[in-house]
């Protein structure tokens, strides 16, 4: 009938965060391919006062790891956020990814209004649960995953919406888009083996 | 104990079309003051095989209704995709924050995983209901309006996180970020409290 919160946040951070360790496996390609130094790609910007990729990719890891940290009390791995190369950026999503899966169901919040607190420098943010799930945390999540991947764009690296999105947990298909996606061919819908037999 | 898919979806896409449409009028004015014309801003891309800034506008405005629309079984309004201007497609999105307003929590699919199908060109794609808001409708949307926020920044537009989050919904805060961020103080907690009163 509704969402757990443990189901909302584990399973989408895992699967964005293998997404996002894949596209930066082609970025390396490409860089090693048109001859282009790695840290060229890892220190662009898409305008001079926003982050480069590097730390994009580093944010996002702290997105997915504070997240799962605060909705189930665990400590999260902490990671210097120093210049890395590709190698460590993959081993950091690595890292992220085992501590997000290491997590169970019984470890996360009870309730969706479970009050989150969030300490910042200069003071503390207090959400429910849910409200930081929807507010906070997903769009920081997407903000610096879909911006790592427009960084890598617009340096012409062949990357499309499939890598970003990955192959949708759970998404079948019918018709030609199935082959074409990858995606297992959807079973026939009820209503349909209905109508063959004859049923209303 | 869990979120519903109403209130997973339904204020979610509302809050982030207001910010989009925020961001977009910041855009307008910035285009304005610098004597850019409004269409250099609504054509630019970010590769020259992206969407520019108009398409994306339309797309997040077709994610939002069509997610809505296929959780309801709601007929969505349909729009042209023509060459808006910054006016067309604030009207595009108040629209858009309209139909989405005027549905009712029971016209939402009664369980997680119930069976949703999106008609595409050359086929039909499967998922639950659930499946489908968290790897599909939600990446989606964040993907094209973090790239629309992206074009802008790309291009001179001032605007920053905060304008993309928008005024957190449910989040107070305590300290000077309070202030800073404009969200309502948060009332000390139950801990804090009895702390002061010796309790343990």
Redesign the interface.
């Known amino acids: ?5 443990c ?2 946040t584990k ?2 951070f895992i ?2 965060l293998k997404n996002m360790s894949a596209i930066l496996k082609k970025a390396a390609k490409s860089a090693k391919e048109r001859g282009i130094e790695p840290e060229v790609l890892l220190h662009s910007r ?2 001079p006062d ?1 982050f480069p990729l590097v730390r994009q990719i580093q944010i996002i890891t702290d997105n997915a790891k504070g997240c799962c940290a605060r909705l189930t009390g665990a400590q999260a791995p902490v990671f210097e956020d120093g210049d890395d190369d590709f190698k460590q950026l993959q081993q950091r999503i690595a890292e992220t990814i085992k501590f997000i899966k290491g997590l169970k169901k019984e470890q996360f919040v ?3 209004d479970s ?1 989150i607190e969030m300490v ?1 420098p ?7 649960a ?2 930081y ?4 945390a ?3 999540f ?2 610096h995953f ?2 790592a ?2 960084i890598l ?2 340096n ?1 690296v062949e990357v499309g ?1 499939a890598d ?2 990955g192959l ?11 082959k ?1 996606l990858g ?1 297992p061919q ?1 079973k026939k ?1 009820a209503k349909k083996v209905k109508k063959k037999a004859g049923g209303k």
Chains 1, 2 share one sequence.
């Open positions: 009938m509704s969402v757990e919160l189901e909302l399973p989408v699967h964005n898409l305008a926003m009870a309730n969706s009050p910042v200069i003071g503390v943010l207090h959400f429910t849910e409200d799930v929807k507010g906070w997903f769009p920081n997407y903000f879909t911006t991947y427009n764009r617009h012409g919406k970003f999105l949708v947990p759970g998404m079948t298909a019918t018709g030609k888009i199935a074409m995606v959807a819908s």
